[in-house]
């Protein structure tokens, strides 16, 4: 018989529906009916047939039609929510905001898998699997040493031994034996009592790669996890069935023991969850809906699902990835700017100038490599401490199959990540500072030689005036936000955890700092090709002109005052999708074969857009 499970308020209830052929306002009324059956005052509903309402499915949030019959528009197990008319939205519903899933909208199950041993995941791959393009299995080897760890773990219960976090409380409870017949008591307790977190959820792609990559700790078989609890994580991460994780309450050590209990907490059939098909909903209704059973936890598995570094290690994974696209993407976009203020690329030849009145370009534009370079070579070396952490055991007390024993010690310890991510901040933050200083070149007619703030009809129109001042505003909040956090502990837990690492406020502050890096640039970017614009008939390099057409196809050149927030929107999604790259990346890579055959075709490049060409064709002027 088809069911539906209706969110009225704050509760959510199930509706068995024999004829589907009935209507979308009959569905609404027995949910009413099973709403306050068991309410003292019937929930403040004086007559079901009386209450007006709307009821919209879960996924999308379209709205239905009361007439609508069930059969045409719901399919068997769906979700809706149901708003009587009078309420606010209640606050127990947490619908997806726009523009932070890609997957809510249109979730296409992927049909290629990625094998985790727990020894070769990246960077790239985590963040692809947040984007839902993969599904994961696990490789015979991993399988093979899951099952060995759990042998030794139910030797260790079945002999009573006193093991921490086994048989023992946690923390300051270390040297508290608890009787084998609330061992399952204890981890769930554990869970429960850490799932302390507050704000919002992660979004699901960042909640997809925190559990992919929890999994992925779990499969090199130092944890103790059993194959049933690990296939089951496997399961509800294929089915995207993802927890409601809050995005803070972690301090980094002993790992992040909040976001991973929330993480734990939903595959256990409690708190909330979020799928493509029911959105957010209780997490027992979601993982029935996909058939499938919460986990049950053996000795010692609440402890393996909850100790590591995954939240500040995920996050990290997708800062640092977006870091390395938007540094590739700076060098173009310094590039165009330029050419646009009629630049140099010969920045210590003598002669570079001779047809000016000018000796040298200022810093902004003759020191770029420099400024673009350290960024690029922090990038690649905290990317290289991410990718150690993704393949780490961090769990306590580690389990060691082959040497039948378990041993106690640090490595849930966040500092490595943390202290790269906020290196990571202080170095990409760069790209944005000498960005803001290019846009004022730009803006600025003493400067640029160009119309003031890049519009005709100055004073009727004030052009990148305030384009300019948003770019001035974030790099100055990511002043702020360069601060790194790992310089600070707090001692928790009774002082047995007197040293964390704040990485989890480290990571979400670097994706806050790159994203600000990403909106600098789309306005500087969206300058320089509007700069092109008064310098026509001439033309700039073959892949920058490229990048201008590809401008060009999402923003129309600036003829007078407009709403501008769209335009900057519109060009930070072309970086974000690294269109700009696409486009120039063919021209750099040909050039680095003919021009530098000793380079390497993917090292970050510098200007090195288009080999030299005839003066007559060039914006800038040598």
Avoid at 166 to 187: N, S
Avoid at 319 to 337: G, S
Wanted: proline residues 5%.
């Amino acid at each position: 018989m088809p069911r539906f499970t209706v969110h009225i308020r704050d509760e959510w209830v199930a509706v068995a529906c024999r004829d589907t052929s009935k209507n979308i306002q009959w569905l609404g009324q027995e949910a009413l009916k099973r709403y306050i059956k068991n309410k003292p005052d019937n929930g403040g509903i004086v007559s079901v047939k009386e209450t007006r309402f709307l009821v919209r499915r879960c996924q999308g949030l379209g709205l239905l039609d009361a007439d609508d019959a069930i059969d045409d528009v719901l399919e068997d197990n769906d979700f809706v929510e149901l708003a009587i008319e009078g309420d606010t939205m209640s606050s127990d519903f947490i619908p997806c905001e726009p523009g932070v899933s890609n997957i809510t909208a249109a979730y296409k199950e992927p049909a290629e898998y990625i094998s985790l041993d727990g020894n070769s995941l990246t960077s790239t791959d985590l963040v692809n699997l947040g984007r839902g393009l993969y599904k994961i299995k696990l490789t015979p080897e991993a399988e093979k040493k899951v099952v060995q760890s759990r042998e030794l773990l139910d030797t260790i219960v079945k002999e009573n031994r006193v093991v921490y976090g086994i048989t023992t409380g946690f923390g300051k409870f270390a040297r508290t034996v608890i009787p084998i017949g609330k061992l399952k008591e204890l981890q769930e307790n554990l869970v429960r009592s850490h799932s302390a977190g507050l704000g919002n959820p992660l979004s699901p792609e960042r909640t997809r790669m925190l559990l992919a990559l929890r999994i992925n700790v779990l499969a090199k078989g130092h944890s103790g996890i059993s194959l049933e609890t690990l296939q089951a994580m496997i399961q509800a991460f294929n089915a995207s069935c993802l927890s409601f994780v809050p995005e803070k309450g972690t301090v980094g050590a002993s790992g992040d023991l909040a976001p991973l209990s929330h993480l734990a907490l939903g595959l256990m059939g409690e708190g909330k969850m979020w799928s493509p098909k029911s959105g957010w909903a209780d997490a027992k209704y979601v993982l029935e809906a996909h058939g499938l059973k919460p986990i049950s936890l053996k000795p010692k598995e609440g402890i393996a699902l909850i100790n590591g570094t995954q939240m500040i290690t995920s996050l990290g994974a997708e800062a640092v990835e977006r870091a390395r696209a938007i540094a590739q993407q700076a060098d173009i976009v310094a590039a165009l700017t330029l050419e646009v203020l009629k630049g140099t690329t010969k920045a210590f030849d003598s002669e570079s100038h001779r047809f000016c009145d000018r000796v040298q370009d200022a810093y902004t534009m003759r020191c770029c490599p420099q400024v673009h370079g350290i960024a690029n070579d922090t990038i690649m070396f905290v990317q290289n401490i991410i990718n150690t952490e993704i393949n780490s055991a961090t769990d306590n007390p580690m389990v060691f199959a082959e040497r039948g024993e378990t041993i106690s010690g640090g490595n849930f310890h966040g500092e490595y990540p943390a202290k790269a991510l906020d290196f990571l901040s202080i170095a990409v933050h760069e790209l944005a500072s000498i960005s803001e200083r290019r846009i004022e070149r730009l803006c600025n007619p003493s400067l640029s030689e160009l119309p003031a703030f890049l519009v005709n009809e100055g004073g009727l129109n004030s052009g990148f005036m305030i384009a300019h001042c948003t770019a001035a505003s974030l790099v100055s909040e990511n002043k702020v936000l360069c601060h790194p956090s790992s310089v600070d502990s707090l001692s928790t837990s009774a002082a047995t955890e007197d040293h964390v690492s704040m990485g989890g406020w480290a990571a979400r502050k670097a994706l806050r700092v790159v994203e600000h890096v990403e909106q600098v640039l789309a306005i500087e970017l969206l300058a320089a090709c509007q700069g092109i614009e008064f310098l026509r008939p001439l033309r700039t390099t073959t892949p920058l002109e490229k990048v201008y057409d590809l401008v060009r196809t999402v923003v129309k050149p600036w003829i007078k005052d407009r709403f501008m927030s769209p335009d900057i929107e519109a060009v930070h999604r072309l970086l974000l999708d690294q269109k700009v790259w696409k486009v120039a990346k063919p021209y750099i890579d040909k050039y680095q074969t003919e021009y530098i055959p000793e380079s390497r075709p993917n090292s970050p490049t510098a200007f090195a857009l288009d080999p030299p060409a005839s003066p007559r064709k060039r914006v800038r002027h040598e």
